[in-house]
């Protein structure tokens, strides 16, 4: 019997059947597995120190994120926004709760408490505890594309830190079956942000498909592999690209749990994790430690499709 290939637009139509679409975060998980991972990362990692102050501002995530009470959109809000194929708890018209500065409050006081603090971070922590409310506010909208202005690089992972608890727990308060598709490409239909990285899973009911990991609310949706997550370019364009060689397939043969999946279409990549390789990857830590992989790509001209919220690198 002859076998009908099917076209992309079908695949996808078939994929939203069958395919778990959306996982949403455990907020009683995500930040303690997080802290975990950047502590076993940093043990061989040139940037071992950042990664275990990191796990020390993932620690305090993990605690502020416990007690942090948000108020969803009402059922008629998230209704309107999911009619417009737009994201019910966008980063970007959502009002941030007051408490998502109590959150960095606390995660400055556990940077603080870290013996052997290099003096600017210390600074940057003591700057941002005696911050005034609307500094803060006004910071954390340029930072989310709410107004232009410029961005704080070194305040910028703190106060990204405290807005993922914030995010974290309006995500954790949906059902997956509650979220909606939206419209524009690669973006978190939640709060329409872009992705840090995505991961290939093992464990049913999700083996083997890849999921983007939104950079702020740790929403994950699925997306086909060998597809640039930035431009939609497939096929040809798309190659697999780790510290030791390239692939142009993602199911070669290959021992990195850590890949860049650069596209010839747009020059961009975003790294691309395998659960299969490691069970233990996760897409904030994991896109952080391999800088090695980022400094490759730079050479050879790719430009990352999106930053990491932990590491703010100015655009190009
Ligand atoms: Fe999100
Ligand atoms: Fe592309």
Known sequence: MAQRILEPGEIETLAA??????????????????????????QTSPIGDYLRLFAVVA??????????VVELPDAVQ?????????????????????????????????VAQQPRLPDAVAQISARLRDAAADELEAHADILLGVREGEIDAA??????????VNWVALASRFAASEVEPIDVLGLCPLCGSLPVASVVATRAPYQGYR?????????????????????????????YRSLTGIAESDTA?????????????????????????????????????????????????YARASGNPLLWQPAD
């Open 17 to 42: 059947h069958s395919i778990p679409r959306i996982r949403i975060p455990d907020r009683t998980q995500l930040f303690a597995k997080r802290a975990e991972r950047l502590r076993a990362l940093a």
């Open 155 to 164: 305040a910028a992972p703190f106060l990204m830190a405290a807005l993922q």
């Open 253 to 301: 043969a290959d021992a990195a749990a850590v890949r860049a999946e650069t596209c010839e279409h747009c020059h961009s990549y975003r790294k691309i994790l395998y659960q299969e390789k490691d069970p233990a990857v996760e897409p904030v830590a994991d896109d952080l430690a391999s800088i090695a992989l980022d400094l490759l790509l730079a050479e050879q001209g």
């Open 211 to 239: 999921y983007l990991h939104c950079a702020l609310c740790a929403c994950e949706w699925h997306m086909v592999r060998v597809q640039c997550s930035q431009c939609g370019a497939s096929g040809k364009d798309i190659a």
């Open 59 to 68: 620690d305090a995530q993990h605690l502020a994120v416990a007690d942090f």
């Open 78 to 110: 998230i209704k309107m926004a999911q009619t417009h194929r737009m994201p019910p708890i966008s980063a970007a018209n959502r009002p941030r709760a007051p408490q998502w500065r109590v959150a960095l409050q606390a995660i400055c006081a556990a």
